[in-house]
């Protein structure tokens, strides 16, 4: 028969209270950035009536989605450093114990399943490696709210021994009592949590060059480098990927037309005409929720310029339509604060050339602080409210 592991046959300092509630903080703040950072995301992509996102600053969005790749990527060593410095734990005897040692062991298993799927998921997305099986934007905010609950539960359960453990050094007064030689534990507790410390800030610093441009050269983690870009600004989505082809309308200027609709009725606008209109150039950062974000220049019709077109007011928002078939945002709402805004466009150009069509030529939406997934590409039609 197997013989199980006692807690006690573990001998390595680093399984130490003073250890994992060290990193437990550690991780506890790069959980609550990721937590907070999230969730503007989450309200930006699924609003709620009574809570609109301003239009500026134009650089919000890059930056808290900036913090929220950045934390998630933190937290991976720190939480594989946590796991490891707590696991003999699993080993505690008796097996089942009390109601009160069932309840709390079922609270750190509930925690620590979260946990692991959710940077195991956040990591998969960032990197664009959809194994798993459902959709990654409800799994992961509904996710997010089992870890912070979790981790709520698990601060509360724990706080006294957490609060002992900070309030001690390093070494236990045992070891201070011990020969040099022998007191080596606090060293080695020393060494395991700046390692810890060390890596996650490594890993930081090698993938957030695709969010802060001063630091690109350093991001060799990072999958998308606009620098590398033919036109500067990375593209996720292509329109193949998109079942946009040449043979499709928003290839051929020609044919393509932009539906636009409002309480002064419908009209067709052709790309020349659109052209006609007065033209507007601003320089915007596009921002994807994998973390990447780059500014161009982009330049086309004020939306707001559009919307008095089609008879609204400045109370009006704007249903936008992609020339996709497929997708959650084939459909998006740009809020009025958007609508506006007059650094909001329809844009027809990037960086003084025309918008190639993996970029969404012949027409696409650029917005201020908003995540790129929600500035629609190809557009077609654009259906503004009373």
Known sequence: MVQLPHTE??????????????VGIWLGVAFTICF????????????LAWLQFPATPEWGYRVTQGLHVAAGTASVPLLLAKLY??????FRRPVLGTVGQQLRRASVAVLVAAALLQ???GV????????FGFGFTAVHYAVAWVVVGALLVHVAVFLPGISRALGEGLSTPDEERLAVEEAGSARGRRWFLGSALGVAAGAVALTVGQTVPALEPLALLARRHPSRSPSGIPVNRTAAQAGITASTVAAVPGRWRLRLSGPGGERQLSYADLATLPQTEVELPITCVEGWSASGRWAGVRVRDLVALAGGSARSFVGVESLERRGPYRRTTLP??????????LALRLNGAALSVDHGYPARLIAPNRPGVLQTKWVSAMVVSA
């Open 36 to 47: 907070l950072t999230g969730l503007v995301s989450h309200l930006h992509q699924h609003p």
């Open 124 to 131: 998969a997305n960032v990197a664009q490696w959809y194994v």
């Open 336 to 345: 009025t604060a958007h609508a506006q805004h007059p650094d909001t466009l």
């Open 85 to 90: 410095a707590v696991y003999p734990r699993l």
């Open 9 to 22: 046959d573990f001998s390595s300092p680093v399984h130490d209270t003073k250890v994992v509630a060290r």
């Open 119 to 121: 940077v195991f998921t």
